[in-house]
């Protein structure tokens, strides 16, 4: 069974930083792409940041583009999301994301592989 395991988030002040990792454990699998998400209660799952391993392309949700930047390691299928600049809004649980299949990349339907969440609070 894949499992994506998260690691990396906490309590920061408004203005801070944080790194997310995300690496697999349990058998290997292969990827074209992976992504974060985050989940704030009562709010639906929605994209934050997304890497295709074809062409190295990223995409960011329109909230994050300019704080946030996704890199990774498509040998390894590990994500990193390094967070700056962070607001109270930002708070949620943040998920990593594989796939191997197509689809909108910004849709948590077009993703096979998930792992259970790390928590992010922002204080103001």
């Known amino acids: 069974q894949v499992q994506l395991v998260e690691s990396g988030g906490g309590l920061v002040q408004a203005g801070g930083s944080l790194r997310l990792s995300c690496a697999p454990s349990g058998r290997t699998f292969s990827s074209n792409a992976m992504a974060w998400f985050r989940q704030a209660p009562g709010k639906e799952r929605e994209f934050v940041a997304g890497?295709?391993?074809?062409?190295?392309?990223?995409y960011y949700a329109y909230s994050v583009k300019g704080r946030f930047t996704i890199s990774g390691d498509n040998a390894k299928n590990t994500v990193y999301l390094q967070m700056n600049s962070l607001k109270p809004e930002d708070t949620a649980v943040y998920h990593c994301?594989?796939?191997?299949?197509?689809?909108?990349?910004?849709?948590?339907?077009?993703?096979?592989?998930w792992g259970q969440g790390t928590q992010v609070t922002v204080s103001s």
């Open positions: 890497i295709s391993w074809i062409g190295g392309y990223t």
């Open positions: 994301a594989a796939r191997d299949g197509l689809g909108y990349m910004k849709s948590p339907s077009a993703f096979e592989y």
